[in-house]
């Protein structure tokens, strides 16, 4: 059967990997795989890793885009009558409204994220951080993202920013895969330059940025400390667990874009190279080009035991505009905006992948315009994305984050890896994906879909449901055995649900001004989870909708 959506189609091979790499090169690439690095051990966690890569990553990325070319030849453009459809019309769609939802919450709140670097890049521009010292830089970082407490015309202007982030993104989007297409001819080769640049100075500082502070400071040490291969790390599940999740975000999976993309190629499109030339863009940018800029650079000039001690997301808009400094009145500027410009486009050619899934549900189940579906997720998008911004000091951003932007994509990839194997059965599905290949797929990974790559992404929900106290599972066992109970990470999905950590927080605060701080945070986590629960719910409820109106279509056509 062809694909019964004529109107949008990717004009090029190159520019459908490229968006497709686009999408799942994104921030985790250049912040969250060195700090996920760094939290485990350096060279440690790159074994489990790649080890994750090849039997998780490798056959999930397979799935999702054999689950989109299928869905497309039918019509179907968002994940969840995907699944209607390989699941013969049964109650499965209900677990794809993941794959529409996430997208909605996460582009709210991303393209705030996204924004900080766009702004950056303006006051590199305009000299901002010219000769301030590393509290004065993390200050401005406070001002800028916080409301309600900061200074007034610096989160201003983060507001205005961020406004116009999202109005890119959307006009973008308006356009159809033609404009996204550009966006990732232009974007990418740009994201890989300055990477590159970069790359070469955290090669080449060496011990040229100690000072007299941090005599020994060198940036071999952090390179050492990253690719030095460690195998005390095999028998840990927390680098095991670390490990899986940074696949999930780092190739995009349980997302439900990359199905949403595919869904719009040909019927006898090559998916097997497709996917695997895109994922192995992905890897070669996060692996290579991702370890050789924070983490040298930061070791460069602070040394490796700083980074050990501070190593967050904060560091790359609380440190590294002084560390730039650094670099000289000429170089300083230009290695911000590489920097901050390289995160931008890695930041929109993610997020104008999220808005697919939404705009592919409304004009394919509802009939909506190209420019109706796009400027509806942007309402929506700034309705759910304004909280997230004007209350970012109290959490609401990580609380989205957490449930969303975390747990969501676990559970959608968990549901899909079932259905494909399971459901739909993997005889079937391993017959979509090699149709039409050009490359010939080992067939171990017909027995790693049907058996190992559903259990262990089982296995990594059940470990973040249930992680115990300081990931020891060992202890955690023993104690439950011993009618002692299970004890819980303060990061373990019961602990978040039951607000374990906020009420231990509470319990040890002295001063009464942070114990009330608390109590307001506990208070926006709670409307946020509430803001969540609706928003999913409303998908729901349009997805049957959605049902009811395909079921109508169906039975006029017999």
Same mark, same amino acid.
């Given at each position: 059967?062809?694909? *019964?959506?004529?109107?949008?189609?990717?004009?090029?091979?190159?520019?459908?990997?490229?968006?497709?790499?686009?999408?799942?090169?994104?921030?985790?690439?250049?912040?969250?795989?060195?700090?996920?690095?760094?939290?485990n051990?350096?060279?440690?966690?790159?074994?489990?890793y790649?080890?994750?890569?090849?039997?998780?990553?490798?056959?999930?990325?397979w799935?999702?885009?054999g689950?989109?070319?299928?869905?497309?030849?039918?019509?179907?453009?968002?994940?969840?009558?995907?699944?209607?459809?390989m699941?013969e019309?049964?109650?499965?769609?209900?677990?794809?409204?993941?794959?529409?939802?996430?997208?909605?919450?996460?582009?709210?709140?991303?393209?705030?994220?996204e924004?900080?670097?766009?702004?950056?890049?303006?006051?590199?521009?305009?000299?901002?951080?010219?000769?301030a010292?590393?509290?004065?830089?993390?200050?401005?970082?406070?001002?800028?993202?916080?409301?309600?407490?900061g200074?007034?015309g610096?989160?201003?202007?983060?507001?205005?920013i961020?406004?116009?982030?999202?109005?890119?993104?959307i006009?973008?989007?308006?356009?159809?895969?033609?404009?996204?297409?550009k966006?990732?001819?232009?974007?990418?080769p740009?994201?890989?330059?300055?990477?590159?640049?970069?790359?070469?100075?955290?090669?080449?500082?060496?011990?040229?940025?100690a000072?007299?502070?941090?005599?020994?400071?060198?940036?071999?040490?952090?390179?050492?400390?990253?690719?030095?291969?460690?195998?005390?790390?095999?028998?840990?599940?927390?680098?095991?667990?670390?490990?899986a999740?940074?696949?999930?975000? *780092?190739?995009?999976?349980g997302?439900?874009?990359?199905?949403?993309y595919?869904?719009?190629?040909?019927?006898?499109?090559?998916?097997?190279?497709n996917?695997?030339?895109?994922?192995?863009?992905?890897?070669?940018?996060?692996?290579?080009?991702?370890?050789?800029?924070?983490?040298?650079?930061?070791?460069?000039?602070?040394?490796?035991?700083?980074?050990?001690?501070n190593?967050?997301?904060?560091?790359t808009?609380?440190?590294?505009?002084y560390?730039?400094?650094?670099?000289?009145?000429?170089?300083?500027?230009?290695?911000?905006?590489?920097?901050?410009?390289?995160?931008?486009?890695?930041?929109?050619?993610?997020?104008?992948?999220?808005?697919?899934?939404?705009?592919?549900?409304?004009?394919?189940?509802?009939d909506?315009s190209?420019?109706?579906?796009?400027?509806?997720?942007?309402?929506?998008?700034?309705?759910?994305?304004?909280?997230?911004?004007?209350f970012?000091?109290?959490?609401v951003?990580?609380?989205?984050?957490?449930w969303?932007?975390?747990?969501?994509?676990v559970?959608?990839?968990?549901?899909?890896?079932?259905?494909?194997?399971?459901?739909?059965?993997?005889?079937?599905?391993?017959?979509?994906?090699?149709e039409?290949?050009?490359?010939?797929v080992?067939?171990?990974?017909?027995?790693?879909?049907?058996?190992?790559?559903?259990?262990?992404?089982?296995?990594?929900?059940?470990?973040?449901?249930?992680?115990?106290?300081?990931?020891?599972?060992?202890?955690?066992?023993?104690?439950?055995?011993?009618?002692?109970?299970?004890?819980?990470?303060?990061?373990?999905?019961?602990s978040?649900?039951?607000?374990?950590d906020?009420?231990?927080?509470?319990a040890?605060?002295?001063?009464?001004a942070?114990?009330?701080?608390?109590?307001?945070?506990?208070?926006f986590?709670?409307?946020?989870?509430?803001i969540?629960?609706i928003?999913?719910a409303?998908?729901?409820?349009?997805?049957?909708?959605?049902?009811?109106?395909?079921?109508?279509?169906?039975?006029?056509?017999?």
């Open positions: 059967m062809s694909n *019964t959506n004529t109107s949008q189609g990717w004009g090029s091979r190159l520019g459908l990997i490229l968006a497709m790499a686009g999408s799942a090169v994104g921030l985790a690439n250049f912040l969250r795989f060195p700090i996920q690095a760094v939290d051990g350096g060279g440690a966690f790159l074994i489990p790649l080890v994750c890569f090849v039997i998780m990553g490798v056959p999930l990325l799935v999702e885009w689950v989109g070319r299928l869905g497309g030849k039918s019509g179907h453009h968002s994940t969840p009558f995907m699944f209607d459809k699941t019309g049964r109650f499965w769609k209900f677990t794809g409204v993941f794959g529409i939802f996430t997208n909605v919450v996460v582009i709210a709140y991303y393209t705030y994220i924004s900080w670097s766009l702004g950056y890049i303006i006051q590199t521009v305009m000299g901002s951080f010219n000769g010292d590393q509290g004065q830089v993390a200050q401005f970082f406070a001002d800028y993202t916080n409301f309600l407490s200074a007034s610096t989160s201003a202007f983060s507001l205005i961020f406004l116009f982030t999202l109005f890119l993104n006009y973008i989007l308006s356009k159809g895969l033609s404009g996204i297409e966006v990732a001819k232009i974007g990418m740009l994201l890989l330059l300055f990477g590159a640049i970069l790359a070469v100075k955290g090669l080449t500082l060496g011990t040229s940025g000072s007299a502070a941090v005599p020994d400071a060198s940036a071999w040490d952090g390179l050492n400390f990253l690719w030095t291969v460690k195998f005390d790390s095999l028998l840990n599940p927390k680098v095991w667990l670390a490990a999740g940074q696949i999930f975000f *780092t190739l995009g999976l997302w439900g874009f990359i199905q949403s595919a869904s719009y190629i040909k019927a006898k499109e090559d998916i097997a190279l996917a695997m030339a895109s994922g192995f863009t992905n890897e070669f940018v996060e692996i290579v080009i991702g370890s050789l800029i924070l983490i040298p650079i930061a070791s460069g000039f602070l040394g490796l035991d700083w980074v050990k001690e190593a967050s997301f904060g560091m808009f609380q440190t590294m505009p560390l730039f400094d650094q670099l000289g009145t000429i170089i300083g500027p230009i290695a911000g905006v590489l920097w901050f410009g390289l995160l931008f486009f890695a930041g929109i050619t993610s997020s104008l992948a999220m808005g697919t899934p939404w705009m592919g549900f409304f004009e394919s189940k509802f909506w190209r420019s109706k579906s796009a400027w509806s997720l942007g309402l929506v998008a700034l309705l759910l994305g304004l909280p997230a911004v004007v970012y000091e109290y959490g951003l990580d609380e989205f984050d957490y969303v932007g975390t747990v969501s994509l559970v959608l990839a968990m549901f899909e890896a079932i259905i494909f194997s399971w459901i739909y059965g993997v005889n079937k599905g391993w017959k979509e994906i090699t039409g290949a050009d490359m010939k080992p067939k171990i990974f017909k027995f790693l879909l049907r058996y190992v790559t559903p259990t262990l992404i089982i296995i990594v929900f059940l470990g973040a449901l249930v992680t115990p106290e300081n990931n020891d599972w060992g202890a955690a066992f023993s104690s439950l055995f011993s009618g002692q109970g299970w004890n819980f990470s303060s990061g373990s999905i019961v978040k649900i039951m607000y374990a906020l009420h231990r927080q509470i040890s605060a002295t001063d009464m942070k114990v009330e701080f608390l109590k307001e945070k506990m208070i986590s709670k409307i946020s989870r509430a969540l629960t928003a999913f409303v998908m729901v409820y349009l997805v049957y909708v959605a049902g009811q109106r395909l079921k109508k279509k169906n039975e006029l056509k017999d």
